[in-house]
């Protein structure tokens, strides 16, 4: 029998106020009634992704967070710097539902077929606002999880699988062969390794551990080298002559790693020139920041020729490029191996109350490598 | 009647050399006899141009360069750093010919149509080797300049004229509608004002002086920002958002400024913004960096959402990118406005002897804005 459906339900809310703070708390919203095509999701397990940090916090100064409310309905509180207030300026006094995916059971649906067809199914859902015990939505944004699939298990159905399929797709469309990765221990990271070994695709890892050297070995790793290491550069070069890898994907941002990226390139590709290229090599070197673990800038050596470029990467630009079809392709492919290539590991579990706890803040703002917390909305308080 | 050729002419060259020094000299070198298809140019006027110091200098310390030789065949040596030899191996003991482009008259001409046709025309030329007496060349790469315009007028037909139409068309090939130009009092900006006006493209201007804010207002410039000025930052928005300028060409390459004026579209973009939008506008801004007056790295401080990219550009990609046919297209509009648009303005007429004086390398090296020389092989000894 489906559990009841009560009147309420709790969402976490982030409310950057005129006044230069940060308010997070969870906030008694109605759920709604799901109309002719919608349909009403019961949410079960929703990540916390790097991608999620930015509303959740926006600009404010985490180191002066303080915890208020109470032990059941936590409110965190945080100062945002004065000179960073303009750049959130559209969200100012806002409630703002946070949490990008996850997923859940279908307890009620609207009158259409489409609705009617995920009732009582298990579904991804990318769609915001999932950081709340309910989630009322159109059925077409959802994506029915293969029997036996828990919530879970699905809960991570979109921005990983979805940003390493981009990966793979990006370089097929701009003519790369192969591909380099930073911080590759991570979640993502791991699940690139899997879908490059799959697709035959060649692959360049690039990490700060030794430890993490064995774990994506592990894995199948072919080509894995230790920024740590002094031999670093060298190892590099090594790799991206072996592989042809002229497309990166940097989840860093900040620093030299870029920009050594793009010299080891130039390097590797000037080993096989036959005479001397006054410009440098004319063959295009790219790489995509796609994440910022390191905020302080970027900076380029620009000693690699003309033939190079670093810009932005993000995935609903990624799948605005490729279009509704394209998009739904990837999206199928996800649903079939979220169990094996696309599947996700979580360190901890932790309801909606203990996501606004200073200690869980500390712990998952963080956003080490390989740490990634699951928030089940249903679970009891703390 | 036309001057007697002789049996060698005056070719500058540049030579790295094994054990770490940089040796400019003038070689005697034998005038070849043309080819059916070829002609011999006397070559009359060659500019110096920044895209010439590459190969000319390359990574050599030039605070080292020493005197040597007479005053008809100075020699300067000076020496390159250890660490930058590798960069260059694949042209080590290698005595290069320098010089992109120039103008000269055909002196003798190969028998075929093409070439025979030249014979005593003034042509403007992109081929390399041009800071010689005489160059020899295929017929199909000169460019023949409308009656009545002198070498000295046609020398510069190529770097600086088919660099801002690049910026233009590069523009339209990519979706954009206005530009921004850095440096953009040297001479290839001021050709850039010209051709924008000529062809209603909008311009943002970006100079360090107050002079050149007048120089460029004279020439019809309508958004010039002194990057000297407290206001700058916010004159540049002011500039964008009039414009609607997404694409820049920046000429420093080094700092902060490529961040800034991405930055600074990213403010503009905003303006109009009806939401929030949290991963930043969706407008692609793109920086290219054509130039290196700074050589320090480049810094980007990311604070532009994720639709951004910098990269490289350089006149001989562009051109490989739109073809055979689109490259000819625009030397045929050079060639008819040689004198008006892309006219262009030299501070100094120098020989080959006087440009190998370290007094003239120490200032045409520099590359101070608006500071353009133009060599002269014919010109006497010194």
């Not at 915890?67 to 960073?84: F, H, I, K, N, S």
């Not at 290539?341 to 963080?366: C, N, P, Q, V, W």
Request: charged share 20%.
């Amino acid at each position: 029998m489906p559990p009841e459906i009560p009147a309420t339900g709790l969402q976490l809310q982030s409310t950057i106020r005129s006044d230069a703070t940060l308010e997070l708390a969870l906030a008694e919203v109605p759920v709604p009634e799901p109309g002719e095509g919608e349909v009403l999701v019961r949410v079960e397990a929703a990540p916390i992704n790097p991608s999620d940090m930015g509303l959740v916090f926006g600009p404010a100064d985490m180191t002066t967070a303080r915890q208020g409310g109470t032990p059941e309905r936590p409110v965190v509180t945080a100062d945002v710097p004065e000179r960073l207030l303009e750049s959130v300026r559209a969200r100012l006094d806002q409630a703002l539902p946070c949490g990008n995916e996850g997923a859940g059971v279908v307890v009620k649906a609207g009158s259409s077929d489409a609705a009617q067809a995920l009732l009582g199914k298990t579904v991804a859902i990318l769609g915001g606002a999932m950081y709340a015990q309910y989630r009322c939505l159109p059925a077409f944004l959802c994506l029915a999880l293969p029997e036996g699939t828990l919530p879970s298990e699905g809960a991570s159905c979109f921005v990983n699988p979805l940003t390493a399929l981009g990966m793979v797709e990006t370089m097929k469309l701009e003519g790369h062969e192969a591909l380099v990765h930073t911080a590759a221990a991570s979640n993502l990271g791991q699940m690139l390794v899997k879908l490059c070994n799959a697709d035959g695709v060649p692959l360049v890892n690039i990490v700060r551990k030794a430890g993490q050297v064995e774990l994506l070995r592990g894995l199948g790793a072919k080509h894995v080298c230790n920024s740590s290491e002094p031999s670093f550069e060298t190892d590099l070069v090594e790799a991206l002559v072996e592989t042809g890898a002229t497309l990166a994907f940097d989840a860093t941002g900040g620093g030299k790693l870029a920009s050594q990226i793009l010299t080891g390139m130039e390097k590797a590709l000037s080993r096989s020139a036959t005479e001397y290229a006054r410009y440098g090599s004319e063959t295009h070197k790219q790489v995509y920041v796609y994440g910022s673990l390191d905020r302080t800038p970027t900076q380029l050596e620009r000693n690699y020729g003309a033939a190079w470029g670093v810009g932005g990467w993000l995935l609903p630009l990624f799948l605005k490029r490729i279009g509704p079809a394209g998009g739904q392709k990837l999206r199928e492919r996800v649903a079939r191996e979220i169990k094996t290539t696309f599947a996700s590991h979580y360190t901890k579990e932790i309801s909606l109350a203990e996501a606004l706890e200073l200690d869980s803040i500390a712990s998952y703002g963080r956003q080490a490598t390989g740490a990634k917390v699951l928030i089940n909305p249903h679970k009891p308080g703390r």
